[in-house]
């Protein structure tokens, strides 16, 4: 987990409706995981029973074919084994720290570079699989990995088309019975404009899709 200040940022983007209006948020000091969640890590929560199944691959990838409702799960079982509050980071606590403290396109620049995202156009040598080790490429300016593509990324919040009456507080946006949830960061099936800080999707809570996983986050 990496610890990261309180502070304010711009969230969003005019490059997509569903990032519109930019607009000033608020968030709380909090940590985040360095990582996405790796298959090792998951199948800890498989083995107490806590999760809905075992993952295949190696120990070092990314966790993927996740629901929002399993990841919430592994939040739930790891903040009663550690006895912390951990759980999914809000909407505007992963852009926050994707962003890494930059308001460019992407966190190192308004340019694509070379292999420093896992996505479909990238990297050099092009690959439809999934990754074989969290962490490939360098890390974010808050020393974060993979905020952006390897996996999407689940957060807390429910999914609205826009962020038209969105709270500036950094809290999740949640509603009752909502039935899809946040995705973020693009994963290595999308192309490169999926891994932009703002760029976010909805999916499904409960269906289970290959290039889904998520990263916990923990309240200080």
């Given at each position: 987990?990496?610890?990261l ?52 691959g ?24 550690a ?5 999914l980071p ?37 690959s ?91 309240t200080?």
């Amino acid at each position: 987990m990496v610890p990261l200040p309180g502070g304010s940022f711009a969230m969003g983007s005019n490059e997509d409706a569903s990032e519109k209006p930019v607009h000033q948020v608020t968030v709380k000091r909090f940590a985040i995981g360095k990582y996405p969640v790796s298959i090792r890590e998951w199948n800890l929560c498989a083995a107490a029973k806590a999760c809905g199944f075992t993952a295949t691959g190696p120990d070092d990838a990314p966790v993927g074919n996740v629901s929002w409702s399993d990841a919430k799960q592994f939040a739930a079982w790891l903040a009663e084994a550690a006895g912390k509050p951990y759980r999914l980071p809000t909407e505007a606590e992963w852009e926050y720290a994707a962003r890494g403290g930059t308001q460019t396109r992407f966190w190192w620049g308004d340019q694509l570079q070379p292999d420093v995202a896992v996505c479909k156009n990238c990297t050099k040598v092009a690959s439809n699989e999934p990754p074989n080790k969290v962490g490939s490429f360098k890390p974010n300016p808050f020393g974060l990995y993979d905020m952006g593509g390897t996996v999407d990324q689940w957060v807390e919040d429910c999914f609205h088309k826009n962020y038209q009456g969105a709270p500036t507080d950094g809290s999740a946006w949640l509603e009752d019975g909502c039935t899809s949830h946040v995705l973020r960061s693009g994963s290595w099936r999308n192309d490169a404009r999926y891994v932009r800080p703002s760029n976010r999707d909805g999916y499904d809570t409960h269906v289970r899709y290959p290039t889904h996983g998520f990263r916990i986050a923990l309240t200080l």
